[in-house]
C-alpha cells in the first residue's frame, strides 16, 4: 500500500522557519522523483520544489527560490521541505509527491500558518 506521510507544518510567524517532513512506503522510493507542491485557500495547487530521483538535482519555484531547500534521504525513505524567511503568503497546505512518467501518488498535505 503506497503511503506518503507528511509532517512538521504548523503556526510561525513571519521570518520563521519551518521543515517538513514526507515519509514515503510502499514503493521504491529511490526510483521515483519527489516533489512538494502547495495549495492557498481558494486557488489550485501549484508547484514548489522538486528533486530528481537519480542525481538528486533541485528545482524551485521563483517564489520560494533562495527560501526553500529540498532534500532527500533515501536510506529513510523521506523528502524534506526546509523553509526559512517565511511569508504571510506562504501560508497554504503543503503536499508531497511522488511520481515517474507513469504514475504519481500524493499524500494527504500539512497546514503551514504564516502570520504574527
Known amino acids: 500500500q503506497v503511503q506518503l506521510v507528511e509532517s512538521g507544518g504548523g503556526l510561525m510567524q513571519p521570518g520563521g522557519s519551518l521543515r517538513l517532513s514526507c515519509a514515503a512506503s510502499g514503493f521504491t522510493f529511490s526510483n521515483y522523483r519527489m516533489g512538494w507542491y502547495r495549495q492557498h485557500p481558494g486557488k489550485e495547487r501549484e508547484w514548489v520544489a522538486a528533486?530528481?530521483?537519480?542525481?538528486?538535482?533541485?528545482n524551485y519555484a521563483d517564489s520560494v527560490k533562495g527560501r526553500f531547500t529540498i532534500s532527500r534521504d533515501n536510506a529513510k525513505n523521506t523528502v524534506y521541505l526546509q523553509m526559512n524567511s517565511l511569508k504571510p503568503e506562504d501560508t497554504a497546505v503543503y503536499y508531497c509527491?511522488?511520481?515517474?512518467?507513469?504514475?504519481?501518488?500524493w499524500g494527504q498535505g500539512t497546514q503551514v500558518t504564516v502570520s504574527s
Open positions: 509527491s511522488a511520481h515517474t512518467d507513469f504514475v504519481r501518488f
Open positions: 528533486i530528481a530521483s537519480a542525481d538528486s538535482t533541485t
